[in-house]
């Protein structure tokens, strides 16, 4: 059965008037695709105006591409209209005279958007709208159009660059990235191209899309001048234009004024003092060691990193704090009193002894266990070796948290020198009993003055000391001795008084406490909020605390709510979403049950005014539930596989049932007080092929 063409003579009008506005023109345009039985008009012209509503699709060069997938197409549709009058669809430079209507169907697969990117990109080339103006019939738009999407034979497979500089012309490397990596990604490459033939300027570039990605090569960013990063999300691999001079924004700016940027770059590349591309993709320094020209304000620089710090810290804690709950798996809750006596005393071929071991005195001739204290633990002495090893593993990685809080924290903001006085000063916050609060301080203490000392100048003869020796030096000391005598006694301080204050919690006050963490871990699912809440009962983890054992079960189970309630909600009311949800809402189960929150984001980025409160609701249930019943995790990470390690286990899994049901029920209503379709926003925006990032 030979798939129809997305476009044919019945989809075509020329030079005609459809109105004065964008919603005119989008419904005369609705009911051209209607008219071939592909669609059905009131249905398609609703959604085209819905999506057309949160951002105009009006482009530079007198074009306009509304576009939707919609339940009320059939068939796959390019509508095309030639305005007799041209209208506003949004452009900075104008009215739109040439109208593409891009009309997918709510089940289309992902053909149709390699086809829609081929448009998009030949809408780029003058030479390609010219012919458009210049066409006197329908049959010729079908086969300009055709020739471009549909292609009788594959033609030869461009390169993602334009050629490398021959020496004679300047090079520069633009970057172009968006966050569906479809239109935008290409188009604004293409733009940048197009506006450097213009000016004289080789434009080699790299689009970052959701395709794989086709990299430039070594020679072409040695020869490059300056480079160009055109992104709304981070740049992939930065590090390897360390150095180079740099011009950033968003995507769109390459769009409107990919002239502007081009001359920007030139202009970098002729300044000695322009801004350079730091070896870290979250450094804003510059390779130099300068400071200056940075484009984030210090604000976000520093949200930015202790951002950077959060992340690097993740796998830490995730290792550390599974392998304690293993070792708790095999050893008993007892096994850390034992632990460092068990290593000290044995080994593999040497193995503990029950007997021995409840019969061990410490230094001061004090039994370690009292005989009624040690019947948690396992007798085969293979169980006690294993059991103790595991759980010094992970209580030696969980001790690298707070170092390597701090450490990123100043790698993110100073680059590699700012590594080892971070470390330090996040060794010191945990020797000083200055704790999560302390590594935070400290961390920023060291980036900031790494960067600091960075940015002054020295001789030539000393630039080669100053990252290895000069730097990490200067900043420890700055750090080291802020915190020694300055910041460290308060901070810890307060550290203390916060965890007596938690200990101290029981009742409505505790159940308030899991409220507000329930709340953070569904706000943002996997954000700075998130992040925060977890790193608060990460940090203070301890088996001899009760308190900030129950302080991580509710952080972790109200973590576990969104993916399970947006699952359970794919479940309750299937139509109310599209096949690709339904998918994701398959997966959420498992994503959910293993504490892994990220898994609602694909639903939280379609319907963020509906999904994100209600989980935030059924978070709050979660977190309340789970502290008022007396849950405790001894595990930071695993969800309900780290049940050996739950006091309470039932409790702990009740929350999570009632925060689901409460936050999956909540979406379903509030998804359902539409009356009209639901639109699949996340795949619709896969269609980016025509949108404005």
Request: neutral net charge.
């Amino acid at each position: 059965m030979t798939t129809p063409s997305l476009i044919e003579p019945g989809l075509i009008a020329l030079d005609v008037d459809l109105g004065s506005t964008k919603d005119e023109v989008i419904r005369g345009l609705a009911r051209i695709v209607a008219a071939t039985g592909r669609a059905e008009a009131e249905g398609l012209a609703a959604d085209v105006l819905e999506r057309e509503g949160k951002a105009p699709t009006g482009m530079p060069g007198g074009f306009a591409i509304p576009h939707c997938r919609s339940a009320a197409v059939n068939t796959a549709s390019l509508g095309f209209a030639r305005l007799s009058t041209p209208v506003d669809f949004g452009a900075k430079d104008g009215a739109a005279d040439i109208v593409f209507l891009i009309a997918a169907a709510a089940s289309g697969g992902a053909d149709h958007l390699k086809l829609l990117t081929k448009l998009a990109r030949a809408l780029v080339k003058q030479e390609f709208l010219d012919s458009l103006r210049a066409a006197r019939t329908p049959d010729e738009i079908v086969a300009l159009v055709r020739n471009v999407v549909e292609p009788t034979e594959a033609p030869a497979v461009a390169a993602a660059s334009a050629p490398a500089s021959t020496g004679e012309r300047l090079s520069i490397i633009a970057i172009t990235a968006c966050p569906t990596g479809i239109a935008h990604t290409y188009m604004a490459a293409d733009y940048l191209v197009n506006a450097g033939r213009e000016l004289g300027v080789d434009v080699v570039t790299e689009p970052q899309g959701s395709t794989a990605t086709e990299w430039v090569t070594p020679d072409q960013i040695r020869a490059a001048a300056a480079v160009i990063f055109a992104t709304d999300v981070g740049v992939k691999s930065r590090e390897r234009f360390a150095g180079k001079p740099v011009i950033e924004s968003g995507v769109k700016r390459a769009i409107d004024e990919p002239r502007k940027m081009i001359e920007e770059a030139v202009a970098a590349a002729k300044d000695p003092n322009s801004r350079r591309v730091s070896g870290s993709p979250s450094a804003a320094t510059g390779a130099a060691g300068g400071s200056a020209g940075s484009s984030l304000g210090w604000g976000k620089r520093i949200q930015q990193a202790l951002m950077t710090g959060v992340s690097y810290m993740i796998p830490f804690v995730a290792a550390g704090g599974l392998l304690i709950a293993l070792g708790f798996l095999f050893g008993s809750y007892q096994i850390p009193f034992v632990a460092d006596h068990i290593l000290g005393n044995s080994s593999i071929l040497n193995l503990p002894s029950f007997n021995e071991i409840t019969s061990a005195k410490d230094a001061a001739g004090n039994l370690l266990f009292a005989a009624n204290q040690t019947s948690s633990l396992p007798h085969s002495g293979f169980l006690l070796y294993l059991g103790a090893s595991l759980f010094k593993l992970g209580s030696l990685a969980f001790g690298f948290l707070v170092p390597a809080l701090a450490g990123y924290i100043g790698f993110a903001i100073a680059d590699r020198p700012g590594i080892a006085p971070g470390f330090v000063a996040g060794a010191l916050a945990g020797y000083i009993g200055a704790g999560f609060l302390g590594g935070l301080v400290g961390g920023l203490i060291a980036g900031l003055a790494a960067s600091w000392i960075a940015s002054i100048k020295t001789p030539r003869w000393l630039r080669g000391l100053m990252p290895v020796i000069i730097i990490p030096l200067g900043a420890t000391l700055v750090a080291g001795l802020l915190m020694i005598f300055v910041l460290g006694r308060p901070l810890a301080d307060l550290t203390t008084w916060l965890g007596d204050t938690l200990n101290g919690m029981s009742g409505s006050s505790a159940v308030l406490l899991g409220v507000v963490l329930g709340l953070m871990m569904c706000f943002d699912l996997g954000g700075p909020v998130n992040k925060a809440a977890y790193l608060f009962a990460t940090a203070g983890l301890s088996v001899s605390n009760p308190a900030s054992m129950k302080i991580m079960a509710a952080v972790m189970a109200a973590g576990m709510v969104p993916p399970i309630a947006m699952a359970l909600s794919t479940r309750l009311r299937p139509k109310l979403y599209t096949e690709v949800e339904r998918e994701n809402g398959n997966a959420a189960w498992l994503l959910g049950a293993s504490f892994i929150s990220e898994g609602a984001i694909p639903f939280a980025a379609a319907d963020p005014l509906r999904v994100i409160p209600s989980m935030m609701l059924g978070g709050a249930f979660t977190g309340a539930l789970s502290m008022g019943l007396g849950a405790a995790s001894k595990a930071p990470h695993g969800g309900i596989f780290v049940f050996f390690a739950i006091d309470r286990f039932w409790a702990f899994l009740l929350s999570i049932v009632v925060g689901a049901i409460v936050g999956g029920v909540s979406v379903t209503v509030l998804k359902t007080l539409k009356p009209n379709r639901i639109e699949h926003e996340l795949a619709e925006a896969e269609l980016e092929a025509t949108a404005t990032a």
